[in-house]
């Protein structure tokens, strides 16, 4: 491990504006961590591209936040965390955390009959990843996959709650239903969004998991354990925001999820890390 | 202009999939001309990004085609028309030519009461570039510009003819029915997947414009006036394809629209050109 101070930032980044709610959580629970936040804007959506393309942008994003120091790098995009977590690993003097884990391991633990619905983009389900993680924690289980692309779409048309998600909700989710899960979890960063709309369709016996919340919590234990977590420095302020396209439009989007934060957002071009 | 020969064959580029609707006009009205296609499959969309981004995009993908002896260029991409086309023109040896002109023309040709839609990305809208063609074409026509950024997930999702599609489709396209436009351009690549369901909302009376159709009439008629249409040559079957990433993905979707095709696709890195 490289010598790092506990008053070192910590790098998030996603694909684009999704990685936004897992910033929001570790605002919230880790509230003197400053964050260096990057979305790749010039190059989403991650969702439908291959796992060479995704681990190739993913290691360009890693120099770039390595450049600027921080202590610990979270991968707060699901499709990225399915590629590209563990060559990030690999060679990292740092802790790298995905989305993966936290919300797998949560999911394993709630469900009561078992069956687990897993919603993600098409690269997260058809990597597998979620279900490999739940073997792997607990093997016997009945994991369900189900890629759900138009829900970012909607999202970004800003449609939360209009009769057309529910209609899109109802043609992704009713395999889902069918099968009996009990459990499901959001395995993409837009899908808590559409929280209220996901749990009218699926009923209130199914117990929905978001593995931002699970994430932040994951790293705080981390941090403890690696005595990377800061102190007694009161609430962190200065949070950098940078995209590699349209950073005007970012800013925006942070501002409507992170409210009561200073934004300010960067444009770079990742090409060059 | 470089020298060239009439042997040569065209580029057609797009940010993925929808420019192959513009190859199959070509290959349809142009059967003795080699294609070259390229579509930007690990940058797609096109749509959601800045100009500046998609010109840098365009230059590299530009540098490409002319390594491959291209004798003329087709943007095969309404957004990529909009913000590079210019660009791309200025200091081209070659015929460029873009989506935006041969469509705009025959629209301020065949409307009848002057009001005209265009749907599009929000680029493309945003760009007001079919709107200021327009008004140069023809001034005095009431140009009514809409993105719709929800039909491009909507037809990579199969959803051609949907109930869901029919829902979205009324979301945006009601505006334009009530400024009672007689006359619309489908301003994307992909929109003429979804013309029945758009004919249906719009009604009869509406006359549907395809710009690849047109532009491959335009294209048609600048290779005869540079003297560099191929004739005599037989239809041609040495056409090649190349992606970004997913080559294999973007082969399937190929064979599915341009039937009776050999298509083979290779992968390439558009970031060394």
Redesign the interface.
Known sequence: MRECNADAPIGVFDSGIGGLTVAREIMSQLPEEKIIYFGD???LPYG???RE?IIGYAKQIRRFLESRNVKAIVVACNTASAYALDTLCEDSEIPVVGMIHAGSKVATQVTVNGNIGVIGTSGTTSSGVYKKMMDSLKPGLNVIQKAC??FV??V??GLWNS??TD??AR?YLDELKEAQVDTMVLGCTHYPLLKETIARVMGDNVRLVNPAYETARELKEILREEGLLRVNGGRSTGHEFYA???ADKMQEFAGSILTGESINTSKIDI?EY
């Open positions: 804007t010039a190059r439908n591209k291959s393309t692309p138009l779409p909607l970004e048309e009769k057309i209609e899109v043609m590699s396209d349209l090409t």
